[in-house]
């Protein structure tokens, strides 16, 4: 049997806790599912996961994304970041034996002046994963979780200004309208995912309503029954179809 050392046993845990949070990620497409399998390989490797030095030691490390959401009006909130000339989400390096969701809520503190409140739709868990190369000088690579919070436009009101030089809302069609170049090379690609697991997820809130009304077919008279079961069928073809 071989021996643990006890100060190993917070990055093991902290290994354990990725792969988990890495395996609850749906891949939206094939370059997610490519990068998820890169991030699992680069977890289970043993390689450093934390950046321990700006900007680019380790050559690759974990960062935490927050996308901002007021869920009324459906807008995401981007800043305007003055080191990477990009409109991106908040965000930060996880720092070292910190767990993803810790780096949320104390980089949206810091950023945006605000609590992190999970977004309805994924909670506390990251949405979408992404691997990228950074442009510039330091160049390195981010292993990126990305989260979702919620918001109301009106409730930030400042924000680090050092950092970022403005902050906007913007509706999926306005973001997907944005030239790429102007804003992280996986933003539509998220904003897409982002829509797609929303409505998924309203999909089967509903489908769960309506397996309640069908699930016992003798308890209403037969006309109910029948459009019961006729919309029942519909909407498990629409699940079937969006997933």
Partial sequence: MTAIDASEVPGQLLRARLTELLKGV??????????????????????????????DVPSMHLVSYFVVLDETCGELLL??????????????????????????TRECREELRIEAVPSTVSGAQPLFLTVTQTRGQGQHTDVSLWYVLQSKVGGITSFDEEEFEA???????????????RLDPHMHRFSQAHERHRLRVGILAAKSTQFSLVSSPYRFGSNRTLVSCVAWRSLRRAVITSC
């Avoid at 800043?79 to 949320?104: F, M, N, Q, Y």
């Avoid at 902050?167 to 170049?181: D, T, V, Y």
């Fill in 26 to 55: 749906h891949p939206w497409d094939e370059q997610e599912r490519t990068h998820l399998a890169a991030a699992m390989e680069w977890v289970a490797s043993g390689a450093p996961l934390y950046r321990t030095r700006k900007p």
């Fill in 79 to 104: 800043v305007a970041h003055r080191k990477a000339g990009l409109w991106l989400p908040s965000g930060g390096h996880v720092e070292p034996l910190e767990d993803p969701w810790d780096t949320v």
């Fill in 167 to 181: 902050i906007k809302w913007l509706s999926l069609r306005q973001i997907l309208a944005e030239p790429g170049n």
